[in-house]
T-cell receptor
């Protein structure tokens, strides 16, 4: 079974500062993918960044970077130069591989989320 | 591209009523998914499809049915609505299930209230 843990229910950051959102995961799969999604108050789910378990480099997408520490099973999201528009709920998710009767699929397992508030 | 679209955006149902949540994608993705998000929680997988004509259950399938007659469309059917089905429903799609094309893109969601 896979599990994603986000231990920070809420985080506060000053505008223009960097912030790290924590995510730890548990899986017995050798191959897996890790994702971060942003959910603003409007409700949509916005894909931010992806890290494959075999990727040697940490993923980066603009102001977002993923601090991937495989041995510690952590995949923290770092947002640099926070903006007011970054205020939202952030979800860490993992794609594992489930084999059931020879069929596998890319089910996403989500964490509970972290609410980020950016102060001016 | 419109991406993933969902209709309706919001619906109120009475207990025992039925409805279909529509989902369509124009990205030619093979994989489609239905999730539900309860208040203050992450998403849970209801059903998924790996291609037209092929569907299977996720974590929380009870009370729902799906079909996939075309690559583009993946409707979710609620047959006998119950208050426990009050939630926000998200449809998602991806090109593949493995590294390189597995990112799931989500629709805007459907808010369902069952009274």
């Amino acid at each position: 079974a896979q599990k994603i843990t986000q231990t920070q229910p809420g985080m506060f950051v000053q505008e223009k500062e960097a912030v790290t959102l924590d995510c730890t995961y548990d899986t017995s799969d050798q191959s897996y993918g890790l994702f971060w999604y942003k959910q603003p108050s409007s409700g949509e789910m916005i894909f931010l960044i992806y890290q494959g378990s075999y990727d040697e480099q940490n993923a980066t997408e603009g102001r977002y970077s993923l601090n991937f520490q495989k041995a510690r099973k952590s995949a923290n999201l770092v947002i640099s130069a926070s903006q007011l528009g970054d205020s939202a709920m952030y979800f860490c998710a993992m794609r594992g591989t489930l084999n059931a009767g020879g069929t596998s699929y890319g089910k996403l397992t989500f964490g509970q989320g972290t609410i980020l508030t950016v102060h001016p | 591209n419109a991406g993933v679209t969902q209709t309706p955006k919001f619906r109120i149902l009475k207990i025992g009523q039925s409805m279909t949540l529509q989902c369509a994608q124009d990205m030619n993705h093979n994989y489609m998914y239905w999730y539900r998000q309860d208040p203050g929680m992450g998403l849970k997988l209801i059903y998924y499809s790996v291609g037209a004509g092929i569907t299977d259950k996720g974590e929380v399938p009870n009370g729902y049915n799906v079909s996939r007659s075309t690559t583009e469309d993946f409707p979710l059917r609620l047959e006998l609505a119950a208050p426990s089905q009050t939630s926000v429903y998200f449809c998602a799609s991806s090109y593949s299930r493995t590294s390189g094309g597995e990112t799931q893109y989500f629709g805007p969601g459907t808010r369902l209230l069952v009274l």
